[in-house]
């Protein structure tokens, strides 16, 4: 009978300290995860069939980066209706990051809808993805589950982290690019030992058959630094998938696209570069990005003035005869908008590059996808280093067998951001203040305050002393936790930015430390209102999500025990506000936009009143160096 009324005590504090808790959950949840959708067991679901088409674009994804996810809903009601799309990712603090998109349904029709999340970097986080769809009540916020939840299945639709480079070709013809995936991971050696080292990165090469397969964000792209058009035709694009290959390529990335011997409609594309009044939206887009040449066919030529620039083996057969376009800049074209990469023994254009922000598109004037070369030409150490900007040799399957050189010698590079942009000063602080001020109060409170009351002949006054001690020192530890709490929001990061000079854009990537000093709802957006253009669209999408370091062992084990959803918008994913406990958060940003900070430019001499590099041999056969001003 004694025992009850300590039960009773604890069961008052245990329902005193989750009131608060409950109601943290109710107020911290974000918008469109309010009352999170409560699954009726009693009611029947898959009113819409869901499935994963794509987990990444052709199967590729990186840990700990965006990601396209195509998926595909198949609704069986009468008519069409508003659906809320969710890919539920858990982050590093235990919380779900929901990535949200409200489609219009199309009953009877498979309708393809693509999400952008970011990807955690623990390979067991991933598998607990979840894609759902729910109703939309009139708040905007999920209501009744209608389809799901599907898991990607790392079998099947997940593809394996490509842990270095990719190459994403367009068409199904058999094209050489094949061969960058000998080098590295793709290609094991005969003992199993891990990776040939040829190259500086393995290199991924994947294949999407037609341009409609494409994502209609650049997000979707991301994760591929060449994108070789070897087939299909672009008024298959939408006009979402060419304002995404657009900013893709703005953003760094690298289009090839080879002309067809038969049937092409670049080069109508190319001349209508200078007729943008009369061209549809689409098509004028598109022939922005085409370098400024002229094009002419020459069908039934003689391939011999080519065959350098196709292989520099004398024994593998080059066809004789063949179809080239020849790439002239046109004479009103800037340096930049036209630049001659390839020509052959006869001075002919064959291969012209224009520079797109921080990206290029390249033209190739010669059919590499053509039947004649067998998936064997142009040589990759001959033709496609030289376009894209490599070195490295290739070699066949049995040659590689007889490589001694194996194992794999990757580095991760993000790995230590976390160090640099935590946040610890004040939390250092803290801690030496409770040290000091402990150490304090045990001396006073302790032997030196007895010592010096027995000095004073007033012993008897110890319990009063030990008192007002406690409360001297409870009140000084009060006072320096509020001094040293965190009065504002700060963040510290790490941004790299990178700018092609005299394209007018920057490119910056951010990875940061995120301190909301508050309970609540924490935010962060990346943008301007400036950026926005003609046509009451954003000229770029950028991107803000959650990060944790690689060294993260698994996300979501040993978070916060109040976790909670919060959504962001999966088709533009600028901004996430989070569940904010006086706690840092890290977050991850991509930003591109117009030139507002300072950048390296070339700088006249005063005697030449130009500015240029140049390449000097340096003394005794050591090499070459740059030399100049910037």
């Known amino acids: ?53 794509q987990f990444g674009l052709a199967g590729v994804i990186r840990y700990g980066s965006w990601v396209g996810v195509e998926a595909v809903l198949a609704d069986r009601s009468s008519g069409p209706r508003d659906v809320l799309v969710r890919l539920s990712v858990p982050d590093a603090d235990g919380d779900t990051t929901a990535y949200e998109a409200v489609v219009s349904t199309n009953p009877g029709i498979p309708q393809p809808v693509w999400l952008y999340p970011r990807l955690p970097f623990a390979a067991a986080a991933v598998e607990d993805i979840e894609l759902a769809v729910f109703e939309v009540d009139s708040n905007g916020n999920a209501g009744d589950l209608l389809g799901g939840p599907v898991l990607p299945r790392l079998a099947n639709q997940l593809g394996a982290d490509i842990g270095g480079g990719a190459i994403l070709t367009i068409g199904s013809a ?3 690019l094949l061969a960058y995936s000998t080098i590295g991971s793709e290609r094991r050696s005969a003992q199993g030992r891990g990776a040939v080292v040829i190259a500086n990165e393995p290199t991924a090469v994947r ?9 209609d964000r650049w997000i979707g792209l991301s994760p591929f630094s060449v994108v070789a ?33 038969v049937g092409t409609a670049w080069t109508t594309l190319i001349g209508e570069q200078e007729r943008t009044a009369s061209t549809g939206l689409l098509n004028r887009e598109l022939a922005q990005l085409l370098p400024a040449v002229s094009v002419e066919r020459l069908e039934g030529v003689s391939l011999e003035p080519a065959w350098p620039l196709l292989s520099d083996d004398a024994l593998q057969p080059v066809p004789r005869i063949g179809t080239l376009h020849t790439l002239t800049p046109r004479a009103d074209a800037l340096p930049s908008d036209a630049v001659v990469v390839l020509a052959d023994g006869e001075g002919r254009p064959l291969v012209t590059r224009r520079v797109v922000g921080l990206g290029m598109v390249t033209l190739a004037g010669i ?10 030409l142009p040589r990759v150490d001959v033709f496609w280093n030289r376009v894209l ?31 640099i942009t935590k946040q610890t000063g004040a939390a250092y602080a803290g801690l030496l203040l409770g040290v000091v001020v402990f150490a304090i109060y045990w001396v006073v409170a302790g032997p030196g305050g007895y010592a010096g009351l027995k000095k004073a002949s007033i012993v008897k006054h110890a319990w009063l002393a030990f008192v007002l001690a406690g409360a001297v020192f409870t009140a000084v530890s009060w006072v320096g936790a509020f001094v040293l709490r965190p009065k504002s929001v700060q963040l510290s990061h790490l941004s790299y930015y ?22 609540g709802v924490g935010a962060v957006r990346v943008g301007t209102q400036e950026e926005l253009v003609a046509e009451g669209r954003a000229r770029f999408i950028h991107l803000a999500g959650p990060w944790e370091t690689p060294s993260t062992s698994a996300v979501g084990v040993g978070g916060f025990p109040d976790s909670r959803p919060y959504s962001v918008e999966a088709r533009q994913p600028d901004g996430i506000a989070f569940p904010a406990r006086s706690t840092s958060k890290g977050v991850a940003m991509a930003w591109i936009g117009g030139s507002g900070f300072g950048r390296i430019q070339p700088t006249p001499s005063a005697a030449s009143n130009r500015s240029e590099i140049t390449i000097v041999e340096r003394d005794r056969g050591a090499g070459f160096r740059p030399e100049g001003r910037l």
């Open 1 to 53: 009978m004694a025992a009850r009324p300590v039960v009773w005590i604890v069961l008052v504090m245990w329902a005193i300290g989750l009131t608060p808790w409950v109601c943290a959950q109710q107020d911290l949840l974000g918008p469109g995860v309010a009352e999170d959708a409560g699954i009726d067991e009693n009611r029947p679901v898959g009113e819409i069939d869901v499935s994963i088409r």
């Open 498 to 519: 990178d700018q092609v000079w005299g394209q007018g854009l920057q490119r910056s990537t951010t990875f940061g430390s995120l301190l909301v000093p508050d309970n």
């Open 389 to 419: 900007g490599k070195r490295s040799d290739v070699y066949t399957a049995e040659e590689l067998d007889t490589i001694n050189t194996l194992g794999d010698s990757s580095v991760s590079i993000d790995r230590d951001f976390g160090e």
């Open 207 to 215: 294949t999407v058959e037609s341009p409609s397969g494409l994502p």
């Open 367 to 376: 059919d590499v996808s053509s039947a004649a070369f067998a998936g064997r």
């Open 229 to 261: 058009w070897v087939g299909g035709q672009p008024s298959d694009l939408s006009i979402q998938q060419v304002r995404a290959l657009s900013e893709w390529v703005q953003r760094g990335g690298h289009l090839v696209i080879s002309l067809p011997s």
């Open 174 to 176: 058999r094209t050489s």
